[in-house]
């Protein structure tokens, strides 16, 4: 797909609504990808990015850490741009800093407020591209058939029955990242998907043609599940490769982790982080 430096007018007003979903897909420590629910990103100028931050998370710490992302910006009519840009710096103050809280949203929360901005300058974008709903039906029809064909396996239960019951959900929406081969996280959505049992994840390749044409077998990657009630869950693993020609690809995913993305207690669940002791000063 063409990629381009800037956005236009009508990206920027888009990407301005407040109904919007707004994603961000970061590096771990280990060079994994992260993939994460960033609401409030929007457009600033036409080659710079903001987002505000309310809670903490993964991400925040890994943007710091390495400046490259990838972002997805999906509206109310499953319209989407998705590109890739640099996190350049963050602050506590200013007229960014104020616009994001007169939001409704903010303004009137007596619970959290923005208290970070940031500000990323923009690489590559997209043009803006739709979602097929007949494609979707037919993708989340042969998911759901290639995992329950997959049979069931002595797996380890890196998913809990509230996360597969979410994942398996028809009208949640999903979306996946991994790391390009050039280093950057790549972000793509990927609603048609199936848990297969606790440690497995079946996808199949018919969100949009060609966004997924850059995955390969063997990558690892991250997918975020969430529902309109913003239930959500990310799990991540080994990508196993694609199977079948066109639309009716499908491939598997070996969980290993899964992380919390609702606030406000962001963290790992599987595998299980040990308990420590609180002390008392």
């Not at 996360?163 to 050039?182: E, G, M, V």
Request: aromatic letters at 8%; a positive charge.
């Amino acid at each position: 797909m063409i990629e381009r430096t800037h956005l236009g007018e009508d990206d920027i007003l888009a990407l301005a609504s407040d109904s919007k979903l707004g994603f961000l897909a970061t590096r771990d420590p280990d060079g994994r990808p992260h993939l994460t629910l960033i609401t409030t990103l929007q457009a600033r100028t036409p080659t710079e990015l903001t987002w505000g931050q309310f809670c903490e998370g993964r991400s925040k710490d890994n943007v710091r850490r390495d400046p490259r992302t990838a972002f997805l910006v999906m509206n109310l009519r499953k319209q989407w741009w998705r590109g890739r840009a640099t996190w350049t710096r963050g602050a506590t103050e200013g007229e960014d800093f104020e616009s994001y809280n007169r939001k409704p949203l903010f303004r009137y929360n007596s619970y959290f407020g923005i208290h970070t901005v940031h500000f990323m300058d923009l690489v590559a974008v997209t043009p803006r591209a739709g979602l097929s709903m007949p494609r979707i039906v037919a993708g989340s029809l042969l998911a759901a058939t290639v995992a329950r064909a997959s049979g069931r396996r002595r797996a380890a239960p890196a998913m809990n029955d509230w996360s597969r019951a979410l994942i398996d959900r028809l009208d949640t929406l999903k979306f996946i990242a991994w790391i390009r081969p050039d280093g950057w996280p790549e972000i793509a959505p990927v609603i048609p998907a199936s848990t297969a049992d606790a440690a497995r994840l079946v996808l199949a390749d018919a969100a949009a043609p060609g966004v997924l044409d850059g995955l390969a077998a063997g990558a690892d990657v991250a997918v975020l599940t969430m529902n309109l009630a913003m239930e959500s869950v990310v799990v991540a693993g080994r990508f196993g490769g694609f199977r079948g020609v066109g639309p009716l690809r499908a491939g598997t995913i070996d969980v290993d982790r899964v992380y919390n993305s609702m606030p406000p207690k962001h963290g790992p669940i599987w595998p299980q982080p040990s308990l420590e002791p609180v002390a008392h000063p």
